[in-house]
């Protein structure tokens, strides 16, 4: 939780339990996801203040924001480089958690100097895979 420390933002109750839902939330929740969850503890809790919560942890470089769902939007509280698998089915997303490098072979860079990779893999989950047998 510490990680949080300095958000820029005055620490509401609401906004701690935004960052408490999101902290080591590894199934990348959606804007949705987080504003249905939070509600049931603060009724009064505006959409808007989810947003600008999110948006102000983006910022920060706490929080990244995934679009590999073309729908919505997704939320990776996880910054660190990873990958990640999408169910083509259910749009769950889960990490690849073992560390590889994709690299562009020598002579195909375009003279670029690559500095980042975004890597999605796509597929069917197990839970869509026992739906469709
Ligand atoms: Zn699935
Ligand atoms: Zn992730």
């Known amino acids: 939780m510490n990680?949080?420390?300095?958000?820029?933002?005055?620490?509401?109750?609401?906004?701690?339990?935004?960052i408490?839902?999101?902290?080591?939330?590894?199934d990348h929740p959606t804007v949705d996801d987080i504003y249905a969850d939070i509600r049931v503890k603060?009724?009064?809790?505006?959409?808007?203040t989810v947003y600008k919560t999110l948006e102000t942890l983006k910022e920060k470089g706490y929080l990244k924001e995934l679009?590999?769902?073309?729908?919505?939007?997704?939320?990776?509280?996880?910054?660190?480089r990873h990958y990640h698998l999408i169910c083509i089915?259910?749009?769950k997303i889960v990490d690849v958690n073992k560390e590889f490098s994709i690299k562009i072979p020598i002579g195909d860079?375009?003279?670029?100097e690559v500095i980042d990779t975004n890597i999605e893999f796509y597929g069917i989950c197990p839970v869509c895979k026992k739906r469709r047998t």
């Not at 860079?109 to 670029?112: G, Q």
């Open 3 to 18: 990680k949080y420390k300095d958000i820029g933002l005055k620490r509401t109750p609401q906004r701690l339990a935004i």
């Open 89 to 91: 089915k259910c749009k």
């Open 42 to 48: 603060f009724p009064t809790m505006s959409l808007a």
């Open 67 to 80: 679009t590999i769902d073309k729908e919505r939007k997704h939320f990776d509280p996880d910054t660190t």
């Open 109 to 112: 860079h375009n003279n670029f």
């Open 20 to 26: 408490e839902y999101l902290y080591d939330n590894f």
